[in-house]
């Protein structure tokens, strides 16, 4: 039993696939053809140039046959013309016969109806009438001329004329001879009855044929016409079927064509995107072999190298962090040992230690510190320009980072005295970005601003929202920046003669600040004039409003 | 109350010197091992109330110690702190993330050290 799935139609992904099928199968053949695209394109345009050319040529020659039918019609047309005016005179001819033949009384047609006394007038009146019908069959003057028939009948046609004239000719002696006799006698005498009588066997004859004639042209000019009309559309549906054929041939050639240019061309592009998006494990397949088949290659070459370049470049990544990483735990573990000893002896857990010694712990702790902040400063640095500092990009509440950032910084500023303040604007709610780097930067810019700022003075951090972006100020009374050293502070190691007089700070947070600032896309600077206090000013973007 | 020994793992001498002096100054009973098989078989054997593991050690590093105390019924529950030089960013998620209980990083401050290993094993 067959299933009913079967006997369905195909449905539609099927066709759709055998669709497929066959659209691959005719692209792959042109595209595998070994010619430049332009060639291509050049023969399929002379393709169909050349289709035009056949379709006007047939064209042409289907409307001379058309004419010459025509022509040929025309012909017969007058051909039949003429016939039917032979047979019709004819006719009058048997007609005038048959009244002369009859006596008086028929005659009176030619008298309106009087019956005249002079018969003998009458009679050659008659016979002139005879005579005046039979010039009208204009077959010729005395004898067989086809010339003034007017055209060349066809054979069988000829044999039929000739017979005619014959007859015509019989009727023409005869009514010669009887109009002789005429002027003899006054009356019609009786030796005109058999002549008369010659004459209407030669008339039945003649008009006989002339029927026959006329019939017979007649019929052949009806066959012409259903002929015509049948060649007609013949020639009609030859041109429109050429003519659709010749349509479905150029749309079939340039959709062929251009699935063989633009399926290659839309591959090229695909995998192009996946090669900008990091995807370097496949390669582009076009069987063109033509510029499009090239390009495939070049592709193919360039994903390749830099597949290769991704690698080599990976691996040094790997092997800078690594070495960073190393770096950092060498330095550290040392380090450990140098402040842990010195905190141990310095909270004195194993005896007393005198003033000068305390002193000296003092000094080892603080540059053992010193050194910490410089290994963290210049690791971190060298992630950033190593670009492997990734950022953790989110939306988080500025007030909340600032109001953090400001805490970590309170007891130091209450030691030395210096006044802390937030002015945030209300305007600004979530920016985006790296928060833990943000709270790192704003903790460098307010712990400069509280190391510099003397006793007595303030430090205040605002905030303001210009255009797309948030503007967090951190100002303070310090001792202020030349303007000389206002573009070089951002750079490492740089310092103030101020700064460098602290003995504090590695140099490297404001560089490091500038670099974590430019990651988020924002600007960082420094408006400031000696003796007046500094104001730092980074950006940041603000998160997209959520619809 | 009497609290249990803190085992120390530690490759560097003097830093291990300082370790164990400064919880012995404290009050603290220690175990040292230099290297991650030592630490296994000394926590077995002795069952310390905390280890203070770091990563970098010779042999097996200190977080497959780790996978074998955690392992092992008579050590699965003895709380395990990293105590690394590995500080760098994302270091201290990752060791939790590994299974150890707290991370104390290096250069450690010696009070904060001395209050985070207090906050698990008591002295005399």
Redesign the interface.
């Known amino acids: 039993m067959a299933h009913p799935e079967v006997l369905e139609a195909p449905s539609a992904p099927h066709r759709r696939a055998v669709f497929g099928r066959l659209r691959d199968r005719l692209s792959g053949v042109v595209a595998r053809a070994p010619a430049s695209v332009r060639t291509k394109l050049l023969v399929a345009f002379l393709a169909i140039a050349a289709l035009l050319v056949v379709v006007s040529v047939l064209g042409l020659r289907e409307l001379g046959q058309a004419n010459a039918r025509v022509e040929r019609l025309d012909a017969l047309q007058l051909r039949s013309a003429k016939y039917q005016a032979i047979e019709a005179t004819a006719e009058d001819l048997q007609q005038t016969l048959g009244v002369r033949t009859a006596g008086t009384k028929s005659l009176t047609p030619y008298t309106g109806g009087v019956t005249l006394p002079d018969r003998g007038r009458i009679w050659t009146l008659a016979d002139l009438q005879i005579r005046d019908v039979l010039s009208q069959i204009e077959l010729a003057d005395d004898q067989y001329d086809l010339a003034v028939i007017g055209f060349v009948p066809p054979p069988a046609d000829e044999r039929v004329l000739r017979r005619i004239f014959t007859d015509w000719l019989t009727i023409s002696r005869v009514v010669s001879r009887i109009q002789q006799l005429d002027k003899r006698s006054a009356h019609g005498g009786g030796e005109t009855r058999p002549l008369l009588n010659t004459a209407r066997v030669a008339g039945d004859d003649l008009q006989a044929r002339a029927f026959d004639l006329a019939s017979r042209a007649g019929s052949e000019t009806k066959a012409l016409v259903a002929a015509n009309r049948s060649a007609d559309a013949s020639s009609r549906n030859l041109l429109i079927g050429v003519s659709i054929v010749s349509v479905l041939f150029a749309l079939g050639l340039g959709l062929v064509l251009s699935w063989s240019l633009v399926g290659p061309i839309q591959r090229t592009e695909t995998r192009l995107a996946e090669i900008s998006a990091g995807d370097f494990t496949r390669r582009l397949d076009v069987p063109n072999r033509d510029e499009l088949g090239s390009l495939a290659r070049n592709v193919n070459r360039m994903n390749d190298e830099l597949s290769r370049l991704y690698g080599e470049l990976e691996t040094t990544n790997r092997h800078k962090s690594e070495f960073l990483a190393n770096m950092s735990h060498e330095l550290r573990t040392p380090l450990n040992a140098i402040i842990g000893f010195s905190q141990v002896l310095r909270q004195r857990l194993f005896g007393a230690v005198n003033e000068k010694q305390e002193e000296y712990l003092d000094d080892i702790l603080s540059s053992g510190n010193h050194l910490l902040s410089l290994i963290n400063d210049v690791l971190d640095l060298s992630k950033v320009e190593a670009g492997q500092v990734e950022l953790e990009i989110a939306d988080f509440s500025l007030r909340e980072a600032l109001e953090r950032g400001v805490v970590m910084v309170r007891e130091r500023a209450a030691q030395n005295g210096v006044h802390l303040s937030l002015e945030l604007s209300p305007e600004i709610d979530l920016v985006s970005g790296d928060e833990r780097r943000l709270r790192q930067v704003v903790f460098n810019l307010l712990s400069n601003a509280v190391k510099f700022t003397p006793r007595g003075g303030s430090v205040a951090v605002a905030t303001e929202r210009t255009g797309g972006e948030a503007q967090i100020s951190v100002t303070d009374t310090g001792p202020g920046i030349a303007p000389g050293d206002q573009e070089r502070i951002f750079e490492e190691f740089q310092q103030t003669d101020v700064g460098v007089g602290q003995r504090e700070g590695t140099g490297l947070g404001l560089a490091l600040s500038r670099r974590l600032v430019e990651l988020h896309g924002g600007r960082i600077w420094v408006e400031s004039e000696p003796g007046h206090g500094s104001r730092f000013v980074f950006t940041m973007p603000l998160a997209r409003a959520r619809s | 109350m009497t609290g249990g020994r803190i085992l120390v793992v530690e490759d ?1 001498e ?2 291990m010197k ?1 370790f164990r ?2 919880l012995q ?2 009050g603290y009973a220690t175990l040292e091992a230099s290297t991650g098989e030592d630490a296994v078989e000394l926590a077995v054997a002795h069952s310390p109330a905390l280890v203070l593991m770091d990563v ?1 050690l010779p042999g097996i590093d200190g977080v497959e110690a780790l996978g074998l105390l955690r392992a092992d019924g008579r050590t699965e529950s003895i709380p395990v702190l990293a105590l ?6 994302g270091d201290r998620e990752r060791f939790l993330d590994a299974g150890f209980d707290g991370y104390i ?7 904060d050290f001395l209050q985070t290993v207090g906050a698990y094993v008591s002295h005399d």
């Open positions: 560097n003097k830093n300082l002096d400064v100054a404290t970098q690394t030089a590995q500080a760098m960013q990083s290096k250069p450690v401050d010696v009070a």
